[in-house]
Nanobody, 119 residues
Framework: VQLQASGGGWVQAGASLRLSCAAS????????MNWFRQAPGKARERVAA????????FYADSVKGRFTMSRDNADNAVHLHMESLKPEDTAIYYC?????????????WGQGTLVTVSS
């Protein structure tokens, strides 16, 4: 499975941004999807996850109420809509896929897209 993330950029605090991830090379609906992020000097963090049909989702406490993850199995894509962005949301965001929902270390990773939030 190949994953291509896009949509990162530079925004001011309080703004919104939408990340997208296009998947190819497999049967998309077989895979649960995640967004992880890693900021310089910080541990990698799973910010959101969604199951195979989009029936269940998970959000880290740090983003709950501000981020929404969705998937479109017809388009082989997932999205992460981020609102009320804060400087601490600055990180490289990675789209990941695994056959298991909320796998500790998903098998497939995209290249990452950088989100920078200025105060």
């Amino acid at each position: 499975v190949q994953l291509q993330a896009s949509g990162g950029g530079w925004v001011q605090a309080g703004a919104s941004l939408r990340l997208s991830c296009a998947a190819s090379g497999g049967t998309f609906s077989d895979y649960a999807m995640n967004w992880f992020r890693q900021a310089p000097g910080k541990a990698r963090e799973r910010v959101a996850a969604i199951d195979w049909m989009g029936s269940h989702s998970f959000y880290a406490d740090s983003v709950k109420g501000r981020f929404t993850m969705s998937r479109d199995n017809a388009d082989n894509a997932v999205h992460l809509h981020m609102e009320s962005l804060k400087p601490e949301d600055t990180a490289i965001y990675y789209c990941t896929a695994d056959l298991a929902y909320r796998a500790d270390t998903p098998r497939y990773w995209g290249q990452g897209t950088l989100v920078t939030v200025s105060s």
